[in-house]
């Protein structure tokens, strides 16, 4: 199957710090990444979608200007959490999907911990 | 509205019990696809399956199989012979065409499989 890496896997930075997450497909393009939320013991939330070379949809109530997402390249994306705080704290999952196949493939997820 | 709704949040069996993961749906759409999720404490999640709207045929694979019905808008999982490595979160998802392959997800199911 197709694979997706996220780095890093696991973050811990200071309040008012920005972080930068990467999501890449491995052996495919991406024309579409999204970007996903999960609080523990919840579903995943879907916080937005990039196309490549374009800019990022984001889902109502996510603040694009807290979450950047760049989606420079066919395979890769990245979300920065721009001025972290506590309450940003949460695994980050990423997904990927090339072309006009419907199954989204997702990376490992990313456990940020805002101090 | 589109939604998955997954009633059971968590069931626990002995192994090599069989186990059964229900799923039900809403869409108004005539084409859409319904996928299955494993999440295992690493927090990856890994596509099982997925099915689109005019195959409804079940399908198996080893102890997984799926009973898809569109009569009662229900996608259900079923493991056979359930193991101890079979414990994670499985998570029910839809994607609507046309929708740049956004997924809903269900709540989500936590199976336990003991020993």
Redesign the interface.
């Known amino acids: 199957?197709a694979v997706v890496s996220q780095h890093p896997s696991r973050v811990i930075c200071k309040s008012g710090t920005s972080v930068k997450i990467e999501c890449r497909s491995l052996d495919f393009q991406a024309t579409?990444m999204?970007w996903y939320r999960q609080f523990p013991k919840?579903?995943?939330m879907?916080m937005a979608?990039s196309n490549e070379g374009s800019k990022a949809?984001y889902e109502q109530g996510v603040e694009k200007d807290k979450f950047l997402i760049n989606h420079a390249s066919l395979t890769l994306s990245t979300l920065t959490v721009t001025s972290a705080h506590p309450e940003d704290s949460s695994?980050y999952?990423c997904?990927a999907?090339g072309g006009r196949e419907?199954?989204?493939?997702?990376?490992?997820?990313t456990?940020l911990l805002v101090l | 509205a589109q939604k998955v709704t997954q009633a059971q949040t968590e069931i626990s069996v002995v192994e090599k019990e069989d186990v059964t993961l229900d799923c039900v749906y809403e869409t108004r759409d005539t084409t859409y696809y319904l996928f299955w999720y494993k999440q295992p404490p690493s927090g990856e999640l890994v596509f099982l399956i997925r099915r689109n709207s005019f195959d409804e045929q079940n399908e198996i694979s080893g102890r997984y199989s799926w009973n898809f019905q569109k009569s009662t808008s229900s996608f259900n999982f079923t493991i056979t012979a359930s193991q101890v490595v079979d414990s994670a979160v499985y998570f029910c998802a839809l994607s609507e065409y046309n929708q740049g392959g956004k997924l809903i997800f269900g709540q989500g199911t936590e199976l336990s499989v003991k020993p």
């Open positions: 199957g579409t999204f919840q579903s995943l879907l979608t949809t695994f999952i997904s999907r419907e199954t989204q493939y997702f990376g490992p997820g456990r």
